[in-house]
């Protein structure tokens, strides 16, 4: 089966622009995930979904960052405006409910 | 709250020895734990799962892991290292019902040659 799909692979941002993630979990899998990886630290979870809800969103910087899974499928994840700490990779993944979660490779962000 | 430790920063270990990383959890009612890799510029690949039944899990690649409830504990292990096994190594841990996993902060192994 396909895996996690994201994109872009990269993206270089100067502070206080705006930027956005996408992500196309594996066909069937109800959960979604974003998570922040900063160089050096293990993943952070940002926001999980259940189909189009919202499960968990507590450590979202709600004044910045925004998610959206329009349709329970494919997922947006939004910074505006974007910091230097932001300056990570963010990783989405999917599971079938609490199965393991399964990784796409991740959208590097650089804010300058 | 739930939460993962893996105390070392590094784990070097000689190709053909065997190799353990350790990882140790806190959680309020049954844990589901997992071991993912990450190879450099790739995300994390999962390696193996617990979340009932037999203590010893085997998964991909030859490594296994052994729950330990009363140590809290969910250490990584394979018999025979290779080079190829270097990377990063993280821990993560659900409080089952909850289907949000934590990470640990990784491991890095190296295997020399």
């Known amino acids: 089966e396909a895996g996690v799909a994201q994109s872009p692979r990269y993206k270089i941002i100067e502070k206080r622009q705006s930027v956005a993630f996408w992500c196309n979990p594996i066909?069937?899998?109800?959960?979604l995930y974003w998570y922040q990886q900063i160089l050096g630290q293990g993943p952070k979870l940002l926001i999980q979904?259940?189909?189009?809800?919202?499960?968990?969103d507590s450590q979202l910087p709600k004044d910045r960052f925004s998610a959206e899974r329009l349709k329970g499928v494919d997922s947006t994840l939004k910074i505006q405006p974007a910091k230097l700490e932001d300056s990570a990779v963010y990783l989405c993944?999917?599971?079938?409910?609490?199965?393991?979660?399964?990784f796409g490779q991740g959208t590097r962000l650089t804010v300058v | 709250a739930q939460s993962v430790a893996q105390p070392e920063d590094q784990v070097n270990v000689a190709e053909g020895n065997p190799l353990t990383v350790k990882c140790t959890y806190s959680?309020?009612?049954?844990?589901?734990l997992f071991w993912y890799v990450q190879y450099p510029n790739r995300g994390l690949q999962f390696l193996l799962k617990?979340?009932?039944?037999?203590?010893l899990v085997k998964g991909s690649y030859g490594f296994e892991a052994e729950f330990n409830k009363s140590q809290t504990s969910f250490h990584l292990k394979k018999p025979s290292a290779l080079v190829s096994d270097s990377a990063l190594y993280f821990c993560?841990?659900?409080?089952?019902?909850?289907?949000?996993?934590?990470f640990g902060r990784g491991t890095s192994l190296i295997v020399h040659p």
């Open positions: 993944a999917s599971s079938r409910g609490q199965g393991a979660a399964f």
């Open positions: 617990y979340i009932t039944g037999d203590n």
């Open positions: 959680v309020s009612g049954n844990p589901y």
């Open positions: 993560a841990v659900s409080l089952g019902g909850s289907y949000i996993p934590t």
């Open positions: 066909s069937g899998h109800a959960t």
């Open positions: 979904f259940q189909n189009n809800g919202v499960v968990d």
